[in-house]
């Protein structure tokens, strides 16, 4: 197939500013997820870019911290599916009102939002208000009442975990030379510091370590398509099939 210059041009431009205009309509947006399976499509000029759906339902409100009781404000979620779950948890999710014994939960703190999101009291029980829109302690929460197809949303989950690994593995060393007998310096570390001065190794040195399994955070995802049961974002995310994911604008 061949392109026009000019559409290249104008999507590797919008491409690049895309986080940059994005970033001057953030509105508060959360919700949790699982990271269920990834794709590639093609877009109206045929070029291929990847793609991730991530699960979000069902995912409830267990609890809405706010300054006045509890010194922050935030919001508590949960989701995913549980066979046994501790009795404090099971407690928790029963004064929500919530039977679904829950896997995943996770608080979000919502100071940065305070001009989207406000919290009222009815019945003497918080309620949250995004968008003329109430929000009470146990209901679902679904990705359409946050979030709209063209949104730029960051995602954070655990990267997979590689056990311990070396150098070359790790942090893609070369290794040493093949030739002049080295044969077990191919994947070596190599030097590690100087002699008397300073007499120790620098904090920070690049050496062999457990990889991965920690948490990172991939901004400016752009939202593809939102679904009843989730969301589909341009590009890949951190972690596993069937890994938990926080999702926030």
Not at 8 to 17: D, K, N, Y
Not at 70 to 75: E, L, M, R
Not at 101 to 127: H, M, S, Y
Request: aromatic share 10%; proline share 5%; with cysteine.
């Amino acid at each position: 197939m061949v392109y026009n210059i000019c559409d290249l041009v104008i999507f590797r431009i919008g491409h690049f500013l895309t986080p940059i205009w994005g970033s001057f309509f953030v509105m508060a947006g959360f919700i949790l997820g699982q990271k269920l399976e990834q794709s590639q499509i093609f877009n109206e000029n045929g070029l291929r870019f990847p793609v991730t759906f991530i699960k979000t339902s069902p995912c409830y409100l267990i609890d809405i911290k706010t300054a006045k009781k509890d010194g922050y404000f935030a919001v508590k979620l949960g989701f995913g599916n549980a066979k046994n779950i501790k009795k404090p948890v099971r407690e928790e999710l029963t004064k929500a009102g919530i039977n679904t014994p829950l896997r995943f939960l996770k608080e979000i703190r919502l100071e940065n939002f305070l001009k989207d999101i406000q919290v009222a009291e009815e019945n003497g029980k918080p309620v949250l208000i995004f968008k003329d829109r109430k929000f009470f302690i146990g209901d679902n929460i679904l990705p359409k009442f946050f979030f709209k197809k063209g949104d730029l949303v960051k995602v954070t989950g655990v990267s997979k975990g590689k056990g311990f690994q070396g150098v070359v593995g790790r942090y893609h060393f070369s290794g040493g030379p093949r030739t002049h007998g080295q044969s077990d310096r191919e994947r070596a570390p190599g030097s590690i510091g100087q002699t008397t001065t300073p007499g120790r190794v620098y904090k920070g040195k690049r050496m062999a370590g457990r990889t991965g399994g920690r948490k990172v955070t991939i901004a400016d995802l752009e939202i593809i398509e939102i679904k009843e049961e989730g969301l589909l974002v341009k590009g890949l995310v951190p972690g596993p099939i069937k890994g938990f994911l926080e999702i926030k604008s």
